[in-house]
Each structure stands twice: as structure tokens, then as C-alpha cells.
């Protein structure tokens, strides 16, 4: 199953920014304000943040792999020392 990319790049802001932000405060304020379960609600939400991240990276993949390589691509990844050499 493919993501449209709205979908995407949503789940990609909730589990790289908000959900480690929201862990990150309730477990801040919950030592300030003595909150209960901080431990359990940040384990909690990194196992949720874990399991998006892995089906967000599958997803990647797949995408990834049905998408063509054009024919001109320069499949070079990097340059070497001796290959900025001969470009001079």
C-alpha cells in the first residue's frame, strides 16, 4: 500500500517532531507538576513513535523501489579525491 504524499509527510511531522515533543513535555511537566505514569507515557509514545517510523521507512522503500530510473541518472554516489583531480 502506497501513501499519497499528504498522508506522508504528515505522519512523517507527527512521528519525527510531535510525538517526541509531547513525550519529551509530559515528562518535564510531570516532574514540575508531579504528574502520574511519566515513565509509562513516555515509553509509551516511543514504542508508537518506533512502530511509525518503521511502517514510514517501509513505505519509503516501496515507493523507492516502483520508482523508475531515468536512463541520464549518474548512479555516482560520491567523488573521489582523484576523480576532482581529473575534473581540473
Not at 505514569?37 to 523507492?64: C, F, P
Amino acid at each position: 500500500m502506497q501513501l499519497n504524499s499528504k498522508v506522508y509527510d504528515v505522519l512523517k511531522w507527527i512521528t519525527m517532531i510531535v510525538l517526541p515533543a509531547c513525550a519529551t513535555a509530559y515528562f518535564g511537566l510531570a516532574g514540575i507538576w508531579g504528574w502520574p505514569y511519566a515513565d509509562e507515557v513516555v515509553k509509551t509514545i516511543a514504542v508508537i513513535t518506533t512502530l511509525l517510523g518503521a511502517l514510514l521507512g517501509i513505505s519509503t522503500a516501496q515507493y523507492n523501489k516502483s520508482q523508475p530510473i531515468p536512463e541520464d541518472a549518474d548512479m555516482k554516489i560520491w567523488k573521489d579525491e582523484e576523480d576532482e583531480e581529473d575534473d581540473n
